[in-house]
Structure formats: structure tokens, C-alpha cells
């Protein structure tokens, strides 16, 4: 079962005693070739877990950055069936990084829940965030993903109440993917004093790791998230290397990889004063 791949890299990390560094890229962006490079260079620059966006047009969550790397990949015609040949490209040289799909349910309903559900797992996704499903619609997409060993992860935010959160867990796995701000991605800032005790309390009704993103641009932001959560997401600030990399006709893959690596020698760090590598 892939959720297996998720389950032993939290495992990994709680006996290492630090959080998890979680990197979103969007499939595509700014092309298909160069999205597979980023892709595949992304563990050894630091990522333990790896999301990958499939582009909608209409990322009703994401922030101006991620809308543009959507853009960007769909221009160059990036389709749901190209982001799964992009992780059975990944999966090629690494089977033990964690791959989370997250995108939209009108992709995800257009090819079908059982068939969806299929192609992912043979492809190596080990998880899926559906952006838009809500907890009390999603029974069927959860028996799919069951069946075919992919991890339903969900999303707890600031507003989530405790009976709210009994019904958001309820058929999570692999880990809870908590949003630090109310709002859109790449917007405002988490704030990790904040955060902590939304941290403990999902924890504590899931019993599953808890990962926080939305708001984390910064190696400094990234530390202070991971003093308290299992693990950190960063998605719009390696997204932006993107662009800016495209517009100066800089090396793009050189530049995202380098940010992601001082994202994660912070993540690392966090707990100890000390980088590792």
C-alpha cells in the first residue's frame, strides 16, 4: 500500500526529532522538461515529502503566484494525464520519497473516481488533497482511494471548530495538512505562535502528523513553523523562483533547487541550532 511511503518518512523523522520539509511545485511549470528536472532534483536538495499541483483554471485557494504557474503549465499544455506521467518519470529513480498530488475535483470527477484513483497509484502517488471536496461528499472518492492504497489527506484551517474537526479527519491518512491563515496561498504570513496550538489540537483528533502551510515564504518563517509542526509547507515562494528565473532567462531548475535547499537546511535546523544534511 503507497501510504506506506508517507507513514515511514514521518516515522523517519520523529526518530530524527525534526519536522519535515514539504515542497510544492505546480506539474508543468514553467514546461513539462524542466518540471521533471525540478522534480527529481527536489530530494536531494532537501525535500522529505514532495506535492505535486495538477493545473486547474480555476485554483479557487491559491494566491496570484499559484494561479500563474497554473497559467504557465496549461499553456504549455500540461493535462492531469501529463502531471501523472511526470511522478511514473519521478518514480523511475526514487521510490521512497512521498508524492502528494493536490488539485481540484472537476479533474478528478471528469476522469472518475475508481479510474483516477487506479492511474495515480500505479503512477506512485502515495496521497491526494482535493482542494474542494468537502468531507461530507467525499465517501466515494474515499472508497477509490482506499482501494487503490492512496492516502485521502484533508484540510483543517483556523476556523475549524472541534466538532468540525471530527468530521474532517474522519477517513484521513497519512497526515492532516493544516492551513495557517484564513485566505489564499502566498498571501499573508503564518504565524507560528499562533499556529501551535491549532497544531495540537488537530494532532490530537486525527492522531496523524500534522503538516503547515499556506503563509511560509522564508527560511526564517520555515524554522519557526517547524518548532511546532510535523512538517512544513512551502509552495508559492518556489513557485515565484520560477517566474523570476523565466523572466531574467535565468537556469530554472539551478535557482528553484537552490531555494528549496535553503528551505530545508532551516526546516532541519529548527530544533537543534544545527544544519543538517
Do not use: W
Not at 525535500?47 to 496549461?74: T, Y
Not at 489540537?201 to 503547515?212: F, I, K, M, T
Request: charged share 20%.
Amino acid at each position: 500500500m503507497s501510504t506506506s511511503r508517507i507513514d515511514a518518512r514521518f516515522a523517519a523523522l520523529k526518530a530524527e526529532g525534526r519536522a519535515g520539509f514539504v515542497a510544492y511545485v505546480m506539474a508543468g511549470d514553467p514546461d513539462a522538461a524542466t518540471a521533471g528536472k525540478i522534480l527529481a532534483g527536489l530530494p536531494g536538495a532537501g525535500a522529505d515529502l514532495i506535492e505535486v499541483g495538477f493545473p486547474f483554471s480555476d485554483p479557487m485557494a491559491e494566491g496570484p503566484p499559484i494561479q500563474r504557474a497554473a497559467q504557465r503549465a496549461l499553456a504549455k499544455g500540461m493535462t492531469l494525464a501529463g502531471t501523472l506521467d511526470l511522478v511514473r518519470g519521478f518514480r523511475s529513480a526514487d521510490t521512497t520519497t512521498p508524492i502528494i498530488l493536490m488539485g481540484y475535483m472537476n479533474l478528478v470527477i471528469s476522469r472518475g473516481f475508481e479510474a483516477f484513483a487506479r492511474d495515480a497509484a500505479q503512477a506512485g502517488v502515495d496521497g491526494l488533497i482535493v482542494v474542494d471536496c468537502p468531507p461530507e461528499e467525499a465517501g466515494p472518492l474515499a472508497d477509490a482511494l482506499d482501494a487503490a492504497g492512496v492516502s485521502l489527506i484533508r484540510l483543517a484551517t483556523p476556523t475549524s471548530d472541534d466538532e468540525r474537526l471530527k468530521t474532517i479527519v474522519r477517513r484521513t491518512s497519512g497526515f492532516v495538512y493544516y492551513v495557517s491563515v484564513a485566505g489564499v496561498t502566498g498571501v499573508k504570513e503564518a504565524d507560528a505562535a499562533a499556529v501551535a496550538p491549532h497544531v495540537t489540537r488537530v494532532r490530537r483528533a486525527s492522531g496523524l502528523p500534522v503538516a503547515v502551510g499556506f503563509g511560509i515564504r522564508t527560511p526564517e518563517r520555515a524554522a519557526e513553523v517547524a518548532r511546532v509542526a510535523d512538517a512544513v509547507v512551502v509552495g508559492s515562494a518556489l513557485v515565484d523562483e520560477i517566474a523570476e528565473a523565466v523572466e531574467m532567462n535565468e537556469d530554472v531548475t539551478t535557482r528553484v533547487l537552490s531555494k528549496a535547499n535553503s528551505l530545508a537546511k532551516a526546516v532541519r535546523s529548527a530544533r537543534t541550532g544545527q544544519a543538517t544534511s
